[in-house]
């Protein structure tokens, strides 16, 4: 299958900066991206989804303003969380689509994000 | 609206038993995906199987079985034999299909965490 590669695996970061992480489409590309995000021991549950070259759609309940998403090629987009809390802890996970390919959204490995 | 129902929070079994993962789903689509992925701790979402809405076939792939009624709306995974690797989180997930076949986001549920104890 396509492979999805989501960058970095973990973080740690301090009360009030941001993080940025990456996910990326090594072998095919990604017309759509969909970002979601796991609690512990929780459901995914979808943020965003993010078509190349247009603003992400969020949804509801999503800020918008402090879940950055960023879809400037058809190999990446970028999920960046801006003056992250320890609330915003959590799994976070994207998955990527191609008109091309078969129907699967294939995943990448996910971030483990830890604000202290 | 759609949504993914899976009774089952937990499970626990012996090695070498048999055990079956219940998904429930609710949609008015009449063309649709379903999904079963395997969340191991590490965390990574392992796909294992789609199936269209028009293909009620039931499918097995060697220890894995699913079975695929839309009359109950059920989606039903089996494992046959079970491991202690078959230990992870199972995510039972629905799309809406998107015009030109690719699937549109993914409506998980609620996962069902299955420990198998050698």
């Known amino acids: 299958g396509a492979v999805v590669s989501q960058h970095p695996s973990w973080v740690i970061c301090k009360s009030g900066t941001s993080v940025k992480i990456e996910c990326r489409s090594l072998d095919f590309q990604a017309t759509t991206m969909f970002w979601y995000r796991q609690f512990p021991k929780q459901s995914l549950m979808l943020m965003a989804t993010s078509n190349e070259g247009s603003k992400a759609t969020y949804e509801q309940g999503v800020e918008k303003d402090k879940f950055l998403i960023n879809h400037a090629s058809l190999t990446l987009s970028t999920l960046t969380v801006t003056s992250a809390h320890p609330e915003d802890s959590s799994f976070y996970i994207c998955?990527?689509?191609?008109?091309?390919?078969?129907?699967?959204?294939?995943f990448g490995q996910g971030t483990r994000l830890t604000v202290v | 609206a759609q949504k993914v129902t899976q009774a089952q929070t937990e499970i626990s079994v012996v090695e070498k038993e048999d055990v079956t993962l219940d998904c429930v789903y609710e949609t008015r689509d009449t063309t649709y995906y379903l999904f079963w992925y395997k969340q191991p701790p590490s965390g990574e979402l392992v796909f294992l199987i789609r199936?269209?809405?028009?293909?009620?076939q039931n499918e097995i792939s060697g220890r894995y079985s699913w079975n695929f009624q839309k009359s109950t709306s059920s989606f039903n995974f089996t494992i046959t034999a079970s491991q202690v690797v078959d230990s992870a989180v199972y995510f039972c997930?629905?799309?809406?299909?998107?015009?030109?076949?690719?699937?549109?986001?993914?409506?998980f549920g609620t996962g069902t965490l299955l420990a198998v104890q050698p």
């Open positions: 997930a629905l799309s809406e299909a998107y015009y030109g076949g690719a699937t549109n986001k993914l409506i």
């Open positions: 998955s990527a689509r191609s008109w091309g390919l078969s129907t699967e959204a294939f």
């Open positions: 199936r269209n809405s028009f293909d009620e």
